[in-house]
């Protein structure tokens, strides 16, 4: 009996040895597997209000008339500086920033704002009183430690630091000497912030506070050099991941600055970069490069293997105008500025 | 022998596509478009390949296949240069999406690369009026044919060269930016002074007998540039021409592309005395104290509203009565229009809108006659508000601002005005002080009047106190007291002796037949009550007795007039 008793866990274990084996196989394979797919959460705004639904009078649309007489007349300046403007839908979204899916921020270039949707509800913060204050040129954001918004402007030369839950804007140690600020990202790690100057080829680090600790690049196509670098990411172990736009390549640097590696190459197929723009890395470390002419954001692997693609030209769901920015969370939330959409379309990666 | 000529003409066409690619390559080589890294470094002309690259890209890779989609070949996108394709990645949009070879312009000029300066670049609707759309920048990626010509109605049928369109006869930003040629600056296609690239799509009404196309006015050098707004500006106000008051990229007033959101800024940035002249500073007369007040309203004009202003959309700018791109320097003799307020909508004395006034009232009463946005200052025995009425050539007695007066005999008239004389109403309503800029800009008297015109009772006679009706009204015939029964016992007695105004009697305006009749009215006489009462009988009224006579029943000062005639 006890003889029996100890063949049958024997073959238990044989059999449970060797399927752990052979999936541990699998994850140590060289390649990807196929069980990770991106599917379609959601946007915002919810519905896209195309202006070529409702009928024009007098070449006014009937919303529109009643948004602007009520709110940009003089009298009302005062209330809408208080109370934020009627419509709070974005209109040239660049860059989003997340806690997750019910709590996010969009950084709005088309009106110089930034925009919260706690619970699929939105919010605008302006800043400034009349439209020609307004930033004229917002293009990045991100997080300190504290969760309080960074976000650069690339006309103004400036990085202002927001409060959302009290609005307050400031500028971010303003004798700083920025040529053309485009991504901001911050190291948790170092708890630096990285910026990069597209104007000046380089890559700025800045302490907590604003000041400068040192200059990362040049201009060039090799190694740490960069040609007009725009977008920046950094992930929780302090790689960071920089689009290196006209030299068609991103760059991957360690949290000191030293090169790692580099992928991609000019071309119009998959695989290859047109118009590179956000970058994010989700948590297994996959990167997703949106791509602005292609309009669909591609995945790679670190090695610059082509991983996924999703999106296309359009303006349905899960199709982009211009895709800009892109930002994932912790729960692999993918959350997409389709700029030229005028809307935010959030993703998430599913699989294992 | 077939062969042979296909390869010659093969080898032609290949030649002709390298030279081409060659010369545009030597043209971008020195402009910002050139972003190759060694050409900026080391001042090398580096391999014509790789200055195009950053906007052509290049073709011919294999696509890669997707390690998680395996089942997805890959895709190779087609790009807008290569639009004529019918299979274009880039399709058309008809939902008023920047679209074709803009996206190209606007994926590096959107503040990333390249300034953000066409950050909202959106297609309008069918006509020039863009609405209230948030678009600050010169419409992009429409259709552009006789349709929207025709629509429109200041838009030639097709642009002129070098102004083109793309292959899907759209508008973009390449049909004024050649993205390889900065011959004449920010990449335009042509010079743009005199506007000379806008006339290639635009026709403006009246436009080249405009003092605003004609002008040599320079900018004095005080207080702002009022061109700053334009990345090229000339020096004088025609080289300028469009770019005046329009701008293309981010502009203050997006639906009209002007430079200011504050509608007469746009004015008076240079009708200050900075660049027109002195004698057009509006500016100066707008501080004074009674002005039609431009200031007071914001983003309600529309520049195809209805002539006849209501009072739900009440509201003032120079764009009321002035059109920028007509007016010009022509005189005039009452009742025409001068050409100050050349080429603007009005309503005519029979009420009915017109589209381009005549005479000068019509342009007044767009505000005053059916929708009176003032009331009349003093309280009379008639009330009439509509101005046109009172005017109206069936009125029982009027100043003569639509037709000669009806009263063949008025004596003491100031050279050169005679009974057959018409009046602007301007003659009376205008900015006070001499030398000042012509028109009812702003004065220091109510309704802005040019002159001073006491309403008071027992205001001492001067030539000060009544100086308005004196310009036109010699003051001897009031202020001595020889001459006949209405020298002595009505104007004498009453304006000099009893201290009573003008406007205690007589209504400058007029008095409409519907209301007034030619015994009691004549003579545009129509009693303020704050001063005139009625008798103890309750008659208010004066009776014309014909040539130079009649009477009164009324009471004055205490005094009861019963039937006083002279």
């Known amino acids: 009996m006890n003889h029996c008793f100890s063949f049958k866990y024997l073959l238990a274990g044989t059999l449970i040895f060797s399927v752990i084996h052979f999936s541990a196989a699998q994850v140590h394979n060289k390649q990807e597997t196929n069980n990770y797919s991106i599917q379609w959460k959601g946007q915002y705004p919810a519905v896209v209000k195309k202006k070529s639904d409702s009928k024009s009078v007098n070449g006014k649309y009937p919303d529109e008339d009643a948004d602007r007489s009520k709110s940009t007349r003089k009298k009302n300046w005062f209330t809408d500086l208080v109370l934020g403007k009627k419509s709070d839908y974005p209109v040239k979204p660049m860059a989003i920033l997340a806690l997750n899916a019910d709590t996010f921020w969009i950084a709005d270039q088309g009106t110089g704002s930034f925009i919260s949707v706690i619970n699929r509800v939105g919010e605008m913060t302006q800043f400034g009183k009349r439209d020609h204050e307004n930033l004229p040129s917002i293009v990045d954001c991100c997080f300190n430690s504290r969760k309080e918004i960074f976000f650069t402007d690339s006309k103004l030369n400036a990085i202002y630091h927001f409060f959302p839950g009290i609005k307050k804007l400031e500028v971010l140690n303003d004798s700083l000497a920025l040529e053309q600020p485009t991504g901001i990202a911050y190291s948790a790690v170092n708890k630096q912030f990285w910026v990069v100057e597209t104007k000046a080829h380089r890559i700025s680090v800045l302490s907590e506070n604003g000041k400068l600790i040192r200059t990362l690049g040049e201009r060039g196509s090799d190694a740490g050099q960069f040609n007009y670098p725009t977008y920046i990411w950094i992930d929780k172990y302090g790689t960071v991941y920089v689009v290196d736009a006209m030299n068609f390549r991103i760059q991957i640097f360690d949290k000191n600055g030293i090169f790692v590696s580099a992928f991609g190459e000019n071309g119009d197929s998959s695989g290859y970069f047109s118009r590179p723009k956000g970058i994010a890395t989700d948590s297994f470390g996959h990167i997703y490069v949106a791509d602005a002419l292609f309009n669909v954001i591609q995945v790679f692997d670190k090695q610059g293997e082509l991983l996924y693609i999703f999106g296309s030209p359009g303006h349905e769901k899960e199709q982009f105008w211009m895709p800009t920015g892109i930002y994932i969370d912790e729960s692999n939330n993918i959350y997409v500025a389709d700029s030229y959409n005028s809307r935010v379309q959030i993703f998430s990666l599913v699989g294992n | ?566």
């Open chain 2, 1 to 566: 022998m077939l062969q042979s000529v296909k390869l010659k003409v093969l080898i032609s066409v290949v030649c002709v596509q390298f030279t081409t690619c060659f010369a545009i390559a030597q043209s971008v080589e020195f402009t910002k478009h050139n972003l190759s890294v060694r050409g900026a470094i080391d001042g090398q002309n580096q391999s014509v390949q790789s200055m195009c690259e950053f906007c052509h890209s290049p073709h011919g890779m294999k696509a890669k296949v997707p390690s998680w989609a395996r089942s997805n070949p890959g895709t190779r996108y087609i790009m807008y240069d290569q639009m004529t394709s019918s299979t274009s990645n880039i399709p058309s949009d008809p939902t008023r999406q920047p679209d074709g070879s803009s996206i190209l312009c606007l994926s590096c000029h959107d503040g990333t690369i390249a300034p953000n300066n066409a950050h909202s670049a959106i297609a309008p609707g069918s006509k020039s009026n863009l609405g209230t759309d948030l678009s600050d920048d010169h419409p992009v990626s429409f259709v552009y044919d006789a349709a929207l010509a025709a629509a429109d109605g200041q838009l030639k049928n097709t642009p002129l060269f070098p102004a083109t369109l793309d292959a899907n006869k759209k508008l973009q930003c390449s049909s004024c930016h050649d993205p390889h040629n900065d011959t004449y600056s920010k990449f335009l296609v042509a010079s743009n002074e005199f506007s000379d690239l806008c006339f290639k799509c635009h026709e403006r009404a009246y436009w080249s007998f405009s003092t605003h196309c004609t002008s040599p006015a320079v900018w004095n050098g005080s207080g702002e540039n009022p061109w700053s707004h334009n990345e090229i500006s000339f020096s004088t106000v025609s080289q300028n021409a469009c770019g005046n008051c329009h701008v293309m990229h981010t502009a203050g007033m997006k639906a009209r592309l002007l430079k200011e959101k504050q509608e007469e800024k746009n004015c008076l940035d240079c009708h200050s005395g900075t660049v027109a002249s002195s004698e057009k500073n509006i500016q100066l007369q707008l501080t004074k104290i009674y002005k039609h007040d431009v200031f007071a309203y914001e983003n309600i004009h529309e520049p195809n509203e209805a002539p006849l202003v209501t009072l739900n959309k009440k509201h003032v700018e120079c764009a009321d009565c002035h059109n920028p791109h007509a007016v010009n320097g022509t005189q005039a003799e009452a009742p025409f229009v001068k050409g100050a307020i050349t080429g603007v909508v009005g309503i005519d004395q029979n009420g009915n809108a017109v589209n381009a006034i005549q005479y000068e009232y019509e342009l007044c009463f767009r505000c005053h006659s059916e929708n009176p946005v003032t009331s009349p200052t003093t309280s009379r025995h008639i009330e009439q508000g509509n101005t046109r009425l009172e005017f109206a050539s069936t009125s029982v007695s009027f100043h003569p601002v639509e037709i000669k007066g009806k009263n063949n005999n008025v004596p003491g008239l100031v050279y050169p005005l005679t009974e057959s004389s018409i009046i602007y109403c301007t003659d009376c309503h205008a900015s006070n002080g001499r030398g000042s800029t012509a028109g009812p800009h702003g004065s220091i008297y109510p309704q802005i009047l040019k002159y001073q015109y006491e309403k008071k009772d027992n205001t001492p006679e001067t030539a000060f106190a009544y100086e308005l009706c004196y310009s036109c009204h010699t003051r001897d015939q009031y202020n001595s007291d020889i001459g006949d029964n209405v020298q002595r016992k009505i104007h004498y007695r009453h304006v000099v002796t009893e201290k009573t105004p003008c406007n205690a009697c007589h209504d400058p305006h007029g008095i409409s037949n519907t209301q007034g009749n030619m015994v009691n009215n004549n003579h545009l006489i129509n009693f303020d009550k704050s001063i005139v009462n009625a008798r103890e009988n309750g008659e208010l009224n004066f009776q014309d007795g014909g040539y130079r006579s009649g009477q009164c029943n009324l009471s004055c000062h205490g005094v009861e007039h019963n039937s006083r005639g002279y």
